[in-house]
């Protein structure tokens, strides 16, 4: 990073500040009074994709957890952590699993070459390129096998998110809570809904479905 980037993320920052400040002297003092969100985005690191911009959101709106390839697995404490704070204490009512076309790495998924530690995360990408071998196996196209290896990486997680005891034990208390699937297309800014939508536990395979008391 040089110098003159560097010093021009300063300098934007006011920039920032000052552009919201014209448009409300309160902005920030309502924001130190505390978040209610009512959605939780579990999207891709990847730079490209914000979770804020795609849909237009103002700060206070989102709850934001980003990983390689918006993975939920469930040993991932991060994750895990950011879901219960999310569903328990801020009571958000949607989770959006939201890909990327494109995707570096549902893309190395597709693969073999070792690329260093995050081979360890990317096999849990290749778990699902398994579940959905037969699907894939048949589409010739590479870019259509890529596109929709991202399309079924969304919906495994999704599905993933259900099963958790966090968002069961949430149903369980009757709280609203819907989780849905997204992918982003990076060359044309426009989301695709997969039409996933997830609101019990009922959706869900029996040996799924936590007796949570």
């Not at 920032?16 to 579990?42: M, T, Y």
């Not at 795609?54 to 952590?81: C, K, T, W, Y």
């Not at 569903?87 to 690329?115: E, F, P, R, T, W």
């Not at 870019?143 to 998110?161: C, P």
Request: glycine share 8%; proline share 2%.
């Amino acid at each position: 990073m040089s110098n003159s980037f560097y010093k021009s993320l300063l300098d934007n920052n006011k920039k920032w500040v000052e552009s919201k400040l014209e448009l409300d002297p309160e902005f920030f003092h309502k924001l130190a009074n505390g978040q209610k969100p009512p959605l939780l985005w579990i999207g891709c690191a990847d730079s490209r994709v914000p979770a804020n911009e795609i849909i237009g959101a103002q700060p206070g709106e989102v709850f934001v957890h980003r990983n390689i390839a918006n993975m939920v697995i469930h040993s991932d404490m991060n994750m895990l952590s950011v879901l219960d704070y999310a569903v328990n204490v801020l009571k958000v009512q949607h989770i959006i699993v939201c890909g990327h076309y494109g995707c570096g790495g549902v893309k190395a998924a597709m693969g073999s070459d070792a690329i260093g530690l995050i081979d360890n995360w990317i096999r849990h990408i290749k778990d699902v390129y398994r579940f959905h071998h037969q699907e894939l196996d048949t589409i010739a196209d590479e870019d259509e096998r890529f596109n929709r290896f991202v399309e079924l990486n969304v919906i495994e997680q999704v599905h993933d998110l259900a099963k958790t005891s966090i968002v069961q034990g949430a149903w369980r208390s009757k709280q609203e809570l819907t989780i849905h699937g997204w992918v982003y297309g990076v060359g044309s800014g426009v989301v695709k809904d997969l039409g996933v939508n997830i609101e019990s536990n009922e959706s869900l395979d029996q040996v799924y479905q936590l007796n949570i008391k």
